[in-house]
């Protein structure tokens, strides 16, 4: 098991907790996310953590798969996804490269508040190209922690970078800028099609992306 699994394994039954305080950022997600799903769709919630936001998309899309490379979270979306009764959300272990999951397999793929956290997220985007139908969407957001932050959360912030220096935490934070989040699209086979900025403490960025019709190698051959 890796350092970053352990982390969030540690802090999975405390999650949903924790997370109340992004209540506005994630109504604001949420929203905007909404205009892009269809009935039809087969949707992959990347980095699904407890499951919150597929439950609360699951009833706009054909059907959501979320994966999660905690153990414990996916056990937490399990429990609430038994309690829900919601019948149309999977949850798995699993990262991107899960043999499970096929190449133009899914119409979209979400991934909220997880490309900070990833130690490669440019590999991660090309393996979502992969992973998406010609046509398809990604969206996402990201905390831009190069960007306009509460005073609170800059200490909140520091504090974890501490906590780095004497390893009590694991070094799997990316302080990006909303540039920085836009780079990682260049040359690929995901186009940027919408931005927005949302603020509640921390600057959050949210993109949606489509994949290229007919450009599926430049997935491949992006760097
Ligand atoms: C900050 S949480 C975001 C969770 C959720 N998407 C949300 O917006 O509330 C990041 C999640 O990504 C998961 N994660 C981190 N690295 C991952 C990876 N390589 N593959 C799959 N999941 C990962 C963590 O376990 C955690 O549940």
Known sequence: MTRAEKFWDRIADSYDQTEDRFETLHVQAMEHTKKHLQAGHVVLD????????????????????????????????????????IQNVTFAQATLFDERYADESFDVVMAFNILHVLPDARQALRRIAELLKPGGLFISTTPCLREKQALASRLQLSVYLALIVVRLVPNILTRFTFADVDALFAGGSLQVIETRVFYHQVSSYFVVAQKIQGTENLAHNAH
Do not use: P, W
């Open 46 to 85: 990347y980095g699904c953590a407890t499951g919150g936001k597929a439950f609360e998309l699951a009833g706009h899309v054909q059907h959501i798969q979320g994966i999660d490379i905690s153990s414990n979270m996916i056990a937490g979306a399990q429990r609430n996804a038994a309690a829900r009764n």
